[in-house]
Structures are given as structure tokens and as C-alpha cells.
């Protein structure tokens, strides 16, 4: 079965500062799709971005941006110019590929990301 | 494009009373999903539709809770005998196609006494 792991509960960074957020998988498929979800205290899940396991380039996302190692089976989040609004609870997801009946979504426990003024 | 939306947004039972809930997805997404978020853990999947067929469940819907799409647009989710268990987020999602990003509803937060 396909885990996802997000081994720190909780992270902080300074306003303007850059931060990384973890993520390792487990998988037996070689395609299959990765994502970072944000979902803010009491509002809804949104995408942050998305990337296919056979693209090679990290997906970006205007300050958001991806370091997918595909043989580690890492899947990193890395935000740049953190902004008060930023602060919100992060999941990364993991997406099995198509055509394998693989429709729903393994996320990980999150990781609570506060941004310091 | 009005975004998946959920009713209600917050409920409160008592244990043994069933509770529904409803789900719209965005207009034209054939592909509907529901999963349940506990406090500090991340969504869990429970069931998926695909127009009006209910093509995959997981082993956490038990007998006492079931869904339906009666038309392919917007679903229900019942559960029945409500134990202090289910309480919990419950979150629909929807997606157009195959491989597409799954949009997600506010959820319906559930709280049973």
C-alpha cells in the first residue's frame, strides 16, 4: 500500500525567509503524481502545486516550488519569501497513475507551518 | 465556477441518530470523492464516484454509512447509528477527469455527543 510520510508536525519561519517541508513515499508504481495541499485554521483545502513522477523538471509555482527525488522517493516543498498568510496546515499527497483504478488520494499527517512576523 | 460546496457545515447528534450530508461538485466534474479528516491527521479516502456509479470504497465505510449520486451531480452521505467515533471532518472533493487535481468542499464538521 502506498504510504506518505511528513516527518515534522510542525515548522516555523520568519516573514520573508525561506522554508522546506518534508516529504518521503512510499510507492511500487513508477507514474504516478505527487501534490502539496494547503488548508488554512477552519477553511478549506487548496493545491499549492502538483507534480507528475515521469517530468524530470520540479513544478513551480510562482514562490512555491518542488524538489522531487524520484529514486529517494522524496517529495519536498520549499517556500520562498514566506508571507503571514503562508500559515496554514500542509499535506503532501501522493496519486497512483492512471488507468490502474487508482483514484484516490494517500495524504500524510501534515506538517503546521507558522509564520513569525 | 462556483467551487464544491458543502451542506451542512457543521453538525451536532446524538449518538444512535443518522445524519446526512450533501455534496455539489463543481459543474461538469464527473468524478466525486469523499474522505474523513480527524483532528491533526490528514484526510482519509472512503468512497469515489464516477457519474453515478460508485466504483470504489475503502474498508473504513463500514455498513452503517453509504453514499450515493443519484444523477452524477451532487451526492449524499448518510450514516446510520452514529457512534462518538464518526465524529470527524468529512471533505468532498471533485475532479473532471482521470489524473486531474482533486478540488476540495469546505467540509462538513461532524460532532457526535
Known amino acids: 500500500a502506498q504510504t506518505v510520510t511528513q516527518s515534522q508536525p510542525e515548522m516555523s519561519v520568519q516573514e520573508a525567509e525561506t522554508v522546506t517541508l518534508s516529504c518521503t513515499y512510499d510507492?511500487?508504481?513508477?507514474?504516478?503524481?505527487l501534490f502539496w495541499y494547503k488548508q488554512p485554521p477552519s477553511r478549506q483545502m487548496i493545491l499549492v502545486i502538483r507534480?507528475?513522477?515521469?517530468?524530470?523538471q520540479n513544478a513551480t509555482e510562482n514562490r512555491f516550488s518542488v524538489n522531487f527525488q524520484k529514486a529517494a522517493k522524496s517529495f519536498s516543498l520549499k517556500i520562498s519569501d514566506s508571507q503571514l498568510g503562508d500559515a496554514a496546515m500542509y499535506f503532501c499527497a501522493y496519486r497512483g497513475p492512471l488507468g490502474g483504478g487508482y483514484q484516490k488520494v494517500t495524504f500524510g499527517t501534515g506538517t503546521k507551518l507558522q509564520v513569525i512576523p | 465556477d462556483t467551487g464544491v460546496s458543502q451542506n451542512p457545515r457543521h453538525k451536532i447528534t446524538k449518538r444512535g441518530q443518522n445524519v446526512t450530508f450533501r455534496c455539489d461538485p463543481i459543474s461538469e466534474h464527473n468524478r466525486l470523492y469523499w474522505y474523513r479528516q480527524t483532528l491533526g491527521q490528514g484526510p482519509e479516502f472512503l468512497t469515489y464516484f464516477q457519474n453515478e456509479a460508485q466504483l470504489e470504497k475503502s474498508r473504513l465505510l463500514s455498513d452503517r454509512f453509504s453514499a450515493e449520486r443519484p444523477k452524477g451531480s451532487f451526492s449524499t452521505l448518510e450514516i446510520q447509528r452514529t457512534e462518538q467515533g464518526d465524529s470527524a471532518m468529512y471533505l468532498c472533493a471533485s475532479s473532471l477527469k482521470p489524473g486531474e487535481t482533486q478540488y476540495f468542499g469546505p467540509g462538513t464538521r461532524l460532532l457526535v455527543l
Open positions: 510507492t511500487s508504481e513508477s507514474d504516478y503524481y
Open positions: 507534480q507528475e513522477a515521469y517530468k524530470q
